[in-house]
């Protein structure tokens, strides 16, 4: 998710123009590189806009230099003014491909299965609660899972029975992604399997 905010200062004084656009400076941190913005004074505030979206989790400076501002005398900003700050993340990690897909019949009895989800994830409080039904017999199959980057593995501990309908229930709390947020709500897909 990108974000498109305003940063504001205040200032004990009524402010009139910025003097050097190039002494107010929006930078990527990491990336060391300057973000196109325009500058807003108002009364005794100076609001930075940025031109376009910021990246979510991602640290920023701001920089205010001497002069780059004045107030209604001239008298001119003095110091270095900086202030770091990180976008959040509040995007949840969504499923983008299941192997197999919802619906699919005449799937492998050995194959595993695989859910990919649209970001890397890690195991939450509910992991142990993954689950895969039987839902020709009504019961709980035992499983293994392991999550590599982006994708959730679930492997059957014994042979599926052929022509058997299975669900995978993923609880909303079982994974989670490298920002601490967890799926939106439950997740469930079903498959029959094939000879």
């Known amino acids: 998710m990108d974000f498109l905010i305003s940063l ?3 200032f004990l004084s009524v402010m ?3 003097i050097a656009e190039k002494y107010v400076v929006l930078s990527d ?3 060391d590189s300057d973000i196109s913005k325009k500058n807003i004074v108002l009364g005794n505030t100076l609001s930075i806009k940025p031109s376009s979206l910021l990246t979510a989790g991602t640290k920023y400076i701001v920089i205010l230099h001497s002069n780059s501002i004045t107030d209604l005398k ?6 270095l003014y900086t202030t770091k700050f990180t976008t959040t993340n509040t995007i949840t990690p969504k499923i983008i491909s299941t192997t197999p897909s919802n619906q699919k019949t005449g799937f492998s009895r050995t194959e595993i299965v695989t859910i990919k989800f649209n970001e890397n994830i890690k195991k939450s409080t ?3 609660k993954i689950q895969m039904t039987n839902l020709t017999t009504g019961k709980k199959v ?4 392991q999550i590599k980057g ?3 593995y679930i492997k059957m501990v014994f042979l599926r029975y052929a022509h058997n309908w299975y669900q995978i229930t993923i609880p909303r709390a079982a994974i989670k992604d ?3 947020q967890n799926l939106q709500a439950n997740y469930t897909f079903k498959f029959e399997t094939g000879k």
């Open 150 to 152: 982006n994708t959730l």
């Open 74 to 79: 001239g008298n001119g900003f003095v110091g």
């Open 16 to 18: 009139s123009l910025i």
């Open 8 to 10: 504001s200062a205040c």
């Open 126 to 128: 509910q992991w142990s």
């Open 142 to 145: 035992s499983i293994t899972q």
């Open 29 to 31: 941190f990491q990336a």
């Open 178 to 180: 490298n920002n601490g």
